[in-house]
């Protein structure tokens, strides 16, 4: 995990769209945030340990995109070993877990004495930098640089065609595309993320909603309509949704973790020198 120091920073955007105002300073207390989002790997031990079972497997499948009819469905066979259903590939262990709902999400963050964070910690540590060279991305903001790919989002034609320029059809192995100089990594694109927060509007203080708020944007974003890579996009689902874009990362309050925190990483990838449209070799999801 990272410790991310106390701060009073900016929250939302004036110039983003409506849920994300008003523009706000908070003060946010000292955190520690995992490194990456929480791997298939991660998520199998807890399971083989605790004999969990997610809402996906409980409520019948989890949604996926369906390309050709540019809607989401309900697949049966969509869990957090398949998420792109019955038909795709088995999900890697060094990707995200995702087909999680918030209710699994917090479930695995409590078994090790970890929460979600909120979406303001996320905000905090995401405006460190959510690339290697520190970068934090505004609306317009281009995604490539200097014929790099900065995130794993969309490339081509939405929905029906993912030209995988970044690398990449689907998700991305965690830390594929370098650290951010706090250390964390994936804090734009590859999958969003859950958080504590309801979806309610700025201001609305001890208010509850009935959906969730995920941050970080995720590769079906396409930046020409799509920009939840922002650092102050929201995205929004009910507690029980399960989806195959959708993941989590565990945070603590203090300057510790609990003991029992400790649980199986991945090591982090380091990055490709030179990764370009050219030379990235893309990795089929679908």
């Known amino acids: 995990m990272v410790r991310i120091a106390a701060a009073t920073v900016q929250i939302g ?36 340990a605790s004999g969990y079972v ?29 998420p792109y259903g019955r038909s795709g590939p088995k999900a890697a262990d060094d990707h995200p877990v995702t087909q999680v709902s918030w209710r699994d999400a917090e479930a695995f963050c409590a078994a090790y004495g970890l929460r979600l964070p909120t979406e303001f910690e996320w905000e905090r540590a995401a405006r460190l930098g959510q690339t290697p060279d520190g ?30 320029d970044d690398g990449y059809r689907g998700a991305s192995p965690v830390g594929a595309f370098g650290a951010a100089p706090s250390g964390l990594t994936d804090l734009a694109g590859n999958v969003w993320e859950w958080t504590a927060s309801w979806y309610v509007p700025y201001g609305a203080r001890n208010a509850r909603g009935v959906e969730r708020v995920q941050r970080g944007g995720s590769f079906l974003c396409d930046p020409s309509f799509c920009q939840g ?15 195959m874009h959708v993941g989590f ?3 603590s309050g203090g300057d510790r973790p609990p003991a029992r925190a ?16 050219h030379t990235a070799r893309v990795q089929e999801a679908s």
């Open 13 to 48: 955007d004036d110039q983003a769209p409506p849920d994300e105002r008003p523009q706000t300073t908070r003060r946010i207390a000292a955190f520690l945030l995992d490194r990456t989002p929480v791997t298939v790997a991660q998520f199998r031990a807890f399971v083989t």
């Open 54 to 82: 997610t809402d996906a497997e409980r409520l019948g499948g989890g949604a996926v995109l369906d390309k050709t009819a540019g809607g989401w469905t309900q697949d049966p066979g969509a869990d957090w070993r398949r």
């Open 135 to 164: 970068h934090v991305f505004r609306a317009g903001d281009p995604m490539s640089l200097d014929g790099r790919w900065r995130a794993n989002v969309w490339q081509g034609l939405f929905p029906l065609l993912d030209e995988g």
């Open 229 to 243: 890579f922002r650092v102050t996009a929201r995205g929004h689902a009910t507690p029980d949704t399960s989806l």
């Open 249 to 251: 990362r565990c945070a």
């Open 262 to 277: 400790g649980r199986l990483f991945t090591p982090i990838p380091a990055p490709i020198p030179g990764r370009t449209a």
